[in-house]
């Protein structure tokens, strides 16, 4: 089979309930989505809608609880633990709202840390393939700087260079803004842009629609559901 051919993601019925106190609730109710690659794809909805719950779901952070759901060509409920973290690291970038950098960590111990897990990958590619993530992002004179010792713009950059380091084709993003002023949220989208216009696909939860307008193709959600 030619995996590249197909679609970067292929949802299908796609259902993830969270059963709570015997009270079922379901954060997606029957997703079925498509996105090619170089795709750029805003996710909107009012807040509990499953937006999170669904890009945990496509970054193989969490798994449904029926319904399928294929990343790359591969069947992700026909493989284990070990093999979703594979894929995961291989194909998926992610940002956060809230950054997520380690603060004992400087910028660029914090971008070469997914390598970490990767097997074969020397230190020293690890370093040039951080410091290239850096440059990218605008962050290379900050490079040895802590978390503590950077705005939430520029730790919003080196969290970006984290997420773009190994390369990924998919970069997943919730609400990458929602922490930040207006100028400096406005920065960090040119940035998802410009990864965009290098041909990554992204798919990104965002609650700004000026935001959301940069986008290819806006996607609303309601009690989850594809409105
Ligand atoms: N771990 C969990 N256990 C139980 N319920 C959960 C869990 N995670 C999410 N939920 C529920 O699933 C629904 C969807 O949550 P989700 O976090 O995906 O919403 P969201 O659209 O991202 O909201 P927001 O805009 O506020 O971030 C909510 O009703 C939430 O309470
Ligand atoms: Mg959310």
């Known amino acids: 089979m030619n995996t590249d051919a197909a679609p970067l993601i292929e949802m299908e019925n796609l259902e993830r309930a969270f059963t709570t106190d015997e009270v079922i609730t379901y954060a997606l109710a029957g997703i079925a989505l498509e996105v090619r690659r170089g795709e750029f794809v805003a996710i909107e909805g009012p807040s509990g809608c499953g937006k999170s719950t669904l890009l945990q779901v496509l970054g193989l952070l969490d798994e449904p609880t029926a319904g399928s759901y294929r990343l790359a060509g591969v069947p992700t409920d026909e493989i284990d633990r070990s093999e979703q973290a594979r894929l995961r690291n291989r194909e998926i970038g992610f940002v956060f709202q ?3 950098l380690i603060p004992e960590m400087t910028a660029i111990e914090n971008v070469m840390l997914p390598f970490m897990y990767r097997r074969g990958v020397e230190r020293s590619l690890r370093r040039e393939k951080a410091e290239q993530a850096l440059a990218e992002v605008g962050m290379t004179p900050r490079a040895d700087h802590y978390p503590s010792q950077l705005s939430g713009g520029q730790q919003q950059r080196v969290a970006v260079a984290r997420a773009i380091a190994g390369g990924p084709s998919l970069l997943l993003a919730d609400e990458p803004t929602g922490n930040l002023d207006q100028e ?7 940035l998802l842009d410009a990864l965009h216009e290098q041909g990554t696909t992204v798919v990104m939860v965002t609650h700004d629609p000026d935001h959301a307008t940069r986008a290819g193709r806006r996607i609303r959600l309601l009690d989850g559901r594809i409105q």
Do not use: A, K, L
């Open 98 to 100: 809230s950054f997520n």
């Open 184 to 190: 400096t949220g406005r920065e960090i989208m040119d």
